[in-house]
């Protein structure tokens, strides 16, 4: 149980592109979803925190206007990266959880390699 | 504020010796500590969990953590490591079901032949 489906799996597209990104619980109902972005050989870096029904919580630095973070689901959470340039290139990877209980943990995608030219 | 820290970037082993990564952590409340294994280009799964109840905890192939409060860490142990096992591991640090995982900056495992 507790699977987390994401995709595309793999995109490559031109610049000035935008690119939508789904992340899907296919067997839980995900209250909240987190959106993270890795760089290689680097730790995952939180993006955004985004609960079902509700605007999403953007971290520090991230420009909210250019990564679109919809939650309108208990099931479905996308990430659409607006008018991507090759800076944009990274790993992005979502996770969900079905709780807020103490020790209630996070079921990641496999994640989805962005590659902007 | 709530902490991790992988004391080693990169761990190599021989296939058929033990594994140990190292994590210590820092917590102002009684913290929930998570290791998960990310293999290349995908993303992360759960290996195991702490979450208050016994110290030592058991884990999905062959894995097993130690709760040490007095030290606060929580390392991850394999008796017998497998090829198979070569892979990025993160320990995580967790509050609450829906507050943001805090992690650490991962240790790469190899294995050697």
């Known amino acids: 149980g507790a699977v987390v489906s994401q995709h595309p799996s793999r995109v490559i597209c031109k610049s000035g592109t935008s690119v939508k990104i789904e992340c899907r619980s296919l067997d839980f109902q995900a209250t909240t979803m987190f959106w993270y972005r890795q760089f290689p050989k680097q730790s995952l870096m939180l993006m955004a925190t985004s609960n079902e029904g509700s605007k999403a919580t953007y971290e520090q630095g991230v420009e909210k206007d250019k990564f679109l973070i919809n939650h309108a689901s208990l099931t479905l959470s996308t990430l659409t990266v607006t008018s991507a340039h090759p800076e944009d290139s990274s790993f992005y990877i979502c996770?969900?959880?079905?709780?807020?209980?103490?020790?209630?943990?996070?079921?990641f995608g496999d994640g989805t390699r962005l590659s902007i030219l | 504020a709530q902490s991790v820290t992988q004391l080693d970037s990169h761990v190599s082993v021989s296939e058929g010796t033990p594994v140990l990564l190292r994590c210590n952590y820092s917590?102002?409340?009684?913290?929930?500590l998570f290791w998960y294994v990310q293999h290349p280009n995908k993303g992360l799964q759960l290996l195991l969990k702490?979450?208050?109840?016994?110290?030592l905890v058991k884990g999905i192939n062959g894995f097993e953590a130690e709760f040490k409060k007095s030290e606060t860490s929580f390392h991850l142990t394999k008796p017998s490591a497998h090829m198979s096992d070569a892979a990025e591991y993160f320990c995580?640090?967790?509050?609450?079901?829906?507050?943001?995982?805090?992690f650490g900056k991962g240790t790469r495992l190899s294995v050697i032949a």
């Open positions: 996770s969900a959880t079905s709780g807020t209980e103490v020790g209630q943990p996070q079921h």
């Open positions: 995580v640090v967790s509050f609450s079901g829906n507050t943001p995982l805090v």
């Open positions: 702490y979450t208050s109840a016994a110290t």
């Open positions: 917590s102002s409340y009684s913290p929930s």
